[in-house]
C-alpha cells in the first residue's frame, strides 16, 4: 500500500465531477482488447488490471474480469481497501510513472455493461411518484393504496434485459387496450415513457433464510448505478393487474457504465423527509436514510425535469432490509431500483407519465410545436445525476442514456 | 452415433416409468465426486461424460458441467442428436459393455439444482386456478379480471431463490395485515401454501428485440420440470397491490431436478380446453396446444388432489409467444413456470388456498382432525406428474418435495 494523498496528480480532475472522492468503476476496452475493470478520474480510466498486477496486489485477478462481478464479491474490507490503495496511486506523485502510461481518455475507449445481473427487483419509493400514478391509473379510487405506506412495495423485474447506457431501445409491441376499447389490439406502444430511477447494486451476497438489517447496507451494497426503467404504459395499464408489470418494463432497462462505490456517497447521507406512520422495526425507522442526489432528466439536448432524490420516502436501506426479510438470500450482481425520483413540483417529476399528466398536459413546449407527452422514435434521453463529495465538491454519479428506435415490423 | 432400438437392456427399466421413450437429465454427483450431467433410465442414472468422452462425441464437454445449462445452449439439433445417441447406449446390446460400469443407482446418487437459473416467470394460465384466487382475494368482485382471457398474464419472480426438490423450505416471516387490523405486524406466516405447477426451461437463446411465436416453441425450451411455487398468502395479500407478489413468494421455489426434455412429450400434447375469446394472431390460436399431463399432490404421504394439467387455458407454447412479443430476449436458463394448475372439481385444486377456500373449508379429515387449511411446521409436501409416453405406456416428470420447518427467530 502507498500512502494517501487527498490531491491528484492526474491533470484535470482536482476539483472536477471526477476527482479522488467519486472513483467510480467501469468494464472498458480498448481497441481489439478483452473488457476489464478500470476506475475513473477526471476525464481519464486507469486501467487497474496491470497497475495491480506491477504492485502484486493480492486481488489483482479481479480486474481482468469483463464485469464488476468478481470485485464486488471480495466484500467490504477488500473493497475500501482497493479503494485506499487507488487514491494512494492518483496522489502520491512517486507512483507517476508507474500508473500514468494506464490512464486512457474516457472518450478513446469502450464502455460495457458493468454488473453480471443476477435478481433485478424495482420499487416505488417516491411518495410524490406513487400518488401521481394512482390518480393518474386510478382515477376514482384513493391515490396511494393501504400498504404504501407500510412498506417499501417492490417487484421483480427481468434481470436478462438489463443493458447499458447508450444501448438503443426498440419500441415495444404488444397488447394495449384503451379503457373506451371494446377488445384490445396489438401494436406498437403509443405511450412509450422513462423512469428517472436510481440504481443498487449487490456486492456479498447472503444464504438463503438470512436477513439484511438496516444498518448492514454497506455491508451488501457496493455502489449505485443511474437506472432508466423503460416503461409502455398503454401495455402496462392493460396487464397489471394482478400480478403486476410484465411486458410493459421487461423490453429493456438501461443502467450507467459508471458504478459509484458506496464509499463516495459518504456525505450525501440525509435523513428521510418523514415516515407516518412508523414503520415497523424491522424498517429501522429510527436509522433508516435518505441520499441528497441531484437527477436531470434531460430530452433531446433540453433538461426537462430536475427530481430530487432527497425527497424519496424510503430509504435504499429500508429497501434492502424488507427486501431480504423473509429470508430471500443475495447475491454478487443483485440489482435494485428505488423506482421513479419525483419530487412535488411539476418540473422534479421522474417520469413522461406525471410529466405530461397521463397525456392530458403536454410538456416542454420551448422545443416542440404543441409539446411532448411520450416518447418519439429518435428522442433521446439522458439522466444524470450528482450529488455532494467527501472532498467538498461534488461528485458525478453514472449517467445513463437511450435512443428510441422504431418498431420492428 | 449407434443404431437405435426401442427396447432396453437395463434390467427393470422397460415398462416403467423411466424407459427409453422417457430419458429426463438431471446433474448428480457421487461421494467426493464433482456435480455432473447424468440421464435416468429405470432405477438408474448414467453418467454420461465417461461414455460421451469414450466415443468421442463432439459435445462431450457439455456433460462434465455443473449444471444443463450448456447442454441446453447447444440447440435443438445437438439435443435431440444426443437423445438419439442415448437411446443406442441403452438398446443395442453391443454397447452394454461400454456402458453398464457407469450406470449409478438412484438411490446412491446425490442429486441437485439442475439448472443454472437465468430469469424465473411464472404465470397464471389455469382459468380455474385464476378464478378460485378472484373469488377468494377480491370477494366483492368479477373473479376474472379483464384481460385474463386475452393473453396469459405473468410475473417474475426470484431466480436466487430457486432451489432444488428436496430443499427444506423455512417458513417466511413478513408484514401481513388481516382485513379488520388496523395496522399491519410482522411475524411468521401463518397462510403458506403449494402451487403445484409445471415449469419450462429454456434452451436457446434470443437477441433483444427478437420474437418467438408459438410454433417456435421446441426450439427454444429444452424440457420441462416439477415446480412448487411456495406462498406465503397472508404476506401475499397485503403487499400484492399494485405492482404484484413480490415477498410472498420469493422465500423459495422448488423445482425437480430431473428434467424431461421436450421430445418425451411427444405423446403429451393434446388440443386446448378452448379460448373464448379467440385470442390475437401473436398468439397463435389455430395452432397453440395443451399438455395431458397427471398431477398428483401429496401431504405427508396421502394424495390430497389430482390436478390435471390438459385442463389448462392457456398453452405453453402462447405463455412463450407472449413473454417475448416485447421483444424481452430469452437466456439459456430461462424458466417460467404454468402457475397453479387446477381443474373444475374440489379434488382438483392446485393450492392449499383453493382445496381449503381460503380457510373456510379444511380439507383432508381423514389423516387430521379437524382438516388442514394451510401448511403447518414439519409438514411435507410432494408433486408428481405423469403423462403418455411415445413408447404407449407412461413416463414419470420430475418430482419435487419439500418439508417445512419453523420460522427463524
Redesign the interface.
Known amino acids: 500500500m502507498t500512502t494517501t494523498g487527498t490531491t491528484t496528480w492526474v491533470e484535470g480532475a482536482a476539483g472536477s465531477l471526477f476527482d479522488v472522492d467519486n472513483l467510480p468503476y467501469a468494464v472498458f476496452s480498448r481497441a481489439g482488447d478483452e473488457p476489464r475493470v478500470g476506475v475513473r478520474i477526471g476525464d481519464h480510466v486507469l486501467d487497474l488490471a496491470p497497475v495491480a498486477a506491477a504492485e502484486m496486489l493480492d486481488v489483482h485477478h479481479v480486474f481482468q474480469e469483463r464485469s464488476l462481478n468478481a470485485l464486488m464479491a471480495e466484500g467490504r474490507q477488500v473493497r475500501t481497501s482497493v479503494r485506499a490503495w487507488i487514491t494512494g496511486l492518483l496522489t502520491d506523485e512517486t507512483e507517476r510513472d508507474l500508473v500514468e502510461p494506464h490512464l486512457w481518455p474516457v472518450a478513446d475507449v469502450t464502455l460495457h455493461l458493468p454488473v453480471e445481473v443476477?435478481?433485478y427487483?424495482?420499487f416505488?419509493a417516491s411518495l410524490d411518484h406513487a400518488s401521481n400514478v394512482?390518480r393518474i391509473?386510478?382515477p376514482d379510487a384513493e391515490a396511494l393504496?393501504p400498504?404504501w405506506r407500510?412498506?417499501p412495495?417492490?417487484?421483480?423485474?427481468?434481470?436478462?434485459?438489463v443493458?447499458g447506457s447508450g444501448t438503443p431501445v426498440?419500441r415495444?409491441?404488444?397488447?394495449r387496450?384503451a379503457p373506451a376499447d371494446e377488445?384490445?389490439?396489438?401494436g406498437p406502444s403509443a405511450r412509450l415513457d422513462i423512469e428517472a430511477e436510481l440504481g443498487f447494486v449487490v456486492g456479498t451476497g447472503t444464504a438463503?433464510?438470512d436477513r439484511v438489517g438496516v444498518e448492514d447496507f454497506a455491508e451488501h451494497v457496493f455502489g449505485v448505478v443511474g437506472l432508466n426503467d423503460w416503461s409502455?404504459r398503454d401495455?402496462q395499464a392493460?396487464?397489471?393487474?394482478?400480478?403486476?408489470?410484465?411486458?410493459?418494463k421487461?423490453?429493456?432497462t438501461s443502467i450507467s457504465q459508471w458504478v459509484t462505490p458506496v464509499e463516495a456517497l459518504g456525505a450525501a447521507w440525509v435523513d428521510l423527509p418523514g415516515q407516518d406512520?412508523r414503520p415497523?422495526?424491522?424498517l429501522g425507522p429510527d436509522v433508516a436514510r435518505g441520499l441528497d442526489i441531484a437527477v436531470e432528466v434531460e430530452l433531446n439536448g433540453e433538461v426537462v425535469s430536475r427530481p430530487p432524490y432527497r425527497s424519496m420516502y424510503w430509504s435504499p436501506e429500508q429497501m434492502l432490509a424488507?427486501?431480504t426479510?423473509?429470508?430471500?438470500?443475495?447475491?454478487t450482481g443483485?440489482l435494485y431500483g428505488s423506482g421513479t425520483i419525483s419530487g412535488p413540483e411539476r418540473d422534479q417529476r421522474g417520469s413522461f407519465l406525471e410529466l405530461g399528466w397521463g397525456g392530458a398536459e403536454p410538456f416542454g413546449t420551448d422545443v416542440w410545436e404543441g409539446g411532448r407527452t411520450f416518447l418519439e422514435d429518435g428522442d433521446v434521453v439522458t439522466l444524470r445525476y450528482t450529488a455532494p463529495g467527501t472532498g467538498g465538491g461534488r461528485i458525478a454519479l453514472g449517467e445513463v442514456t437511450g435512443r428510441i428506435e422504431p418498431a420492428?415490423p
Chains 1, 2 share one sequence.
Open positions: 443476477a435478481d427487483v424495482d416505488y394512482g391509473f386510478r393504496l400498504n407500510h412498506l412495495v417492490g417487484y421483480h423485474g427481468r434481470a436478462g434485459t443493458v426498440v415495444p409491441s404488444g397488447q387496450k377488445a384490445p389490439t396489438y438463503l433464510g409502455a401495455i392493460w396487464e397489471y393487474v394482478p400480478l403486476g408489470p410484465f411486458l410493459g421487461s423490453f429493456a406512520p415497523l422495526d424491522y424488507h427486501l426479510v423473509n429470508g430471500a438470500s443475495l447475491r443483485d420492428r
